[in-house]
């Protein structure tokens, strides 16, 4: 069964950093793709960043390219998303999950979520 653990959210001031973790465990070769979701309050959860587990291939929305990095460890069962240049927009629970979706879309029917980390980019 394949459980999802996030860590590492707090609070930062705007242009701060921060690096939330994902462990993973019970993964199978179905479960290729991990992405990491947000959700602000009254807004819809938005797809932010996925990797491959197999290639290392990476994706980012616009609204964080150049700004967050994914990567995994060397066992690929953790997943890493390191926020520079936060900014109050990027205030939200944030989720990884089995699935890839950049913005607004959809995740696949069947896809595992981890129970969220709260990041908050204030002064």
């Known amino acids: 069964q394949v459980q999802l653990v996030e860590s590492g959210g707090g609070l930062v001031q705007p242009g701060g950093s921060l690096k939330l973790s994902c462990a993973a465990s019970?993964?199978?070769?179905?479960?290729?793709?991990i992405g990491w979701f947000r959700q602000a309050p009254g807004k819809e959860r938005e797809g932010v960043s996925c990797i491959r587990r197999n290639d290392g291939n990476t994706y980012y929305s616009d609204s964080v390219k150049g700004r967050f990095a994914i990567s995994t460890d060397a066992t690929k069962t953790t997943v890493y998303l390191q926020m520079n240049s936060l900014e109050s927009d990027d205030t939200a629970v944030y989720y990884c999950?089995?699935?890839?979706?950049?913005?607004?879309?959809?995740?696949?029917?069947?896809?595992?979520w981890g129970q969220g980390t709260q990041v908050t980019v204030s002064s």
């Open positions: 019970g993964l199978t070769l179905n479960d290729n793709v």
């Open positions: 999950a089995t699935d890839c979706v950049l913005g607004r879309g959809k995740t696949r029917p069947g896809v595992r």
